[in-house]
């Protein structure tokens, strides 16, 4: 059994008392109520690093991956600069970034007001993950376990159980999915119909979010799928010579979506004492990239990292042509993933609604 020191102890106490004395809170909480960490699990879109140290071509611990981040230092998120979890933390006064769980350097203080246990390129699909070399949803949890022994070991049984009541348990998965394991590889395809295979994916999230309840979590807010079809790579595989976005992509993410949707409300009928919040980021994504002039973006049908139509992880380095100079202006980074900016703006439009379903 590890056993903290009590300089260790010390540390910990004065790095959080730091934190959360530093960090100005701009989403409104009822009196009285807190938010003391934000817990993330899924893929990409959430994953701050995890995959660094996995031997995997799914990662981007390498340039130009965080060009515009703090010191142009690439940390392994997919994007110039922060991801979702980055801002969801800020915005709720926690702390300014959401470190990966397998962060060698990860300070105590952190298992405090939260972390990252997401990886890219995983998904509900078991096969997905598998596909990938990349950590399950199930290794996540393994993670998330190890994470809560080593909280009780700090704090204590009964003010573990307090944090992960009131904490914010954010779910993004579900892209890879249907991007990757059933319409790129097209593995799931030779077995199962789009409504079959989001059935599938439904199954195995439900099942996810119940292991999240049982292991204390009340709060879960649950990302949908983004329309994939609009996605520059997925223009370029299955957009057709005018790389349209690909409509048969979007159709299998709305229905998941609703499907998904729906478990959710299943889950808070069945589970009172917690609260499953839908988060939908389909229609402010296509909204984003239908009507860019709105938020100040002029490319939408490709990233910034080189020609921005394919390149994505490897692909995606510090020797990929026609690279852009200034990422503010494109919706995407690679051909993937959104810009620091997008990010921001769709994070800045959902975030408020989302704790305001808690209370």
């Known amino acids: ?41 899924g893929d990409s879109i959430v994953d701050p690093g995890n995959n660094n140290n996995l031997i995997t071509v799914v990662k981007c611990n390498f340039p130009p991956y965080g060009r515009d981040f703090m010191g142009g230092f690439p940390t392994g998120r997919f994007s110039n600069g922060k ?8 915005e709720l006064g926690i702390k300014e970034l959401l470190p990966p769980y397998s962060n060698p350097a990860l300070q105590l203080s952190d298992l405090l007001t939260g972390v990252s246990f997401a990886s890219s390129g995983s998904g509900y699909d078991p096969m997905t993950p ?28 009964e003010r573990t159980n307090t944090i992960l009541s009131k ?24 077995q199962y119909d789009v409504p079959a295979y989001t059935d599938l994916m439904i199954a195995s999230a439900s099942s996810f979010f119940k292991e999240l309840y049982g292991l204390g979590a009340r709060r879960i807010v649950v990302g949908s799928a983004p329309p994939l079809g609009c996605l520059p790579s997925q223009r370029s595989l299955a957009g057709g010579i005018l790389r349209e976005c690909a409509e048969d992509h979007n159709d299998a993410a709305k229905l998941f979506n609703t499907k998904l949707s729906s478990q959710l409300d299943s889950l808070n009928a069945n589970f009172p004492q917690a609260k499953f919040v839908y988060i939908d980021i389909y229609n402010p994504f296509l909204d984003l990239i239908q009507n860019p002039q709105k938020s100040g973006f ?30 503010s202006n494109y919706v995407f980074w690679d051909s993937y993933h959104p810009t620091e900016k997008a990010y921001k703006v769709l994070i800045g439009e959902i975030i408020q609604k989302c704790v305001d379903s808690f209370f």
């Open 298 to 327: 002029e490319v939408v049908d490709k990233g910034c990292c080189g020609t921005g139509k394919i390149e994505v992880a490897v692909l995606c380095n510090p020797f990929s042509p026609f690279t852009c100079e200034d990422a």
């Open 83 to 90: 991801i979702p979890p980055d801002f969801i933390a800020e």
């Open 167 to 190: 904490s914010l348990f954010l779910v993004v998965a579900g892209s890879d999915d249907i991007a990757n394991s059933y319409f790129v590889s097209g593995v799931r395809k030779i």
């Open 130 to 157: 598998k596909l990938a070399s990349v950590l399950s949803l199930r290794d996540q949890l393994e993670m998330f376990k190890e994470y809560i022994r080593k909280l009780k070991m700090m704090v204590g049984e």
């Open 1 to 41: 059994m590890e056993v903290l020191s009590s300089s260790a102890i010390i540390v910990f106490f004065l790095s959080a008392f730091i934190i959360l004395c530093t960090t100005e809170a701009l989403v409104k909480l009822p009196r009285n109520e807190t938010i003391p960490a934000v817990l993330v699990f």
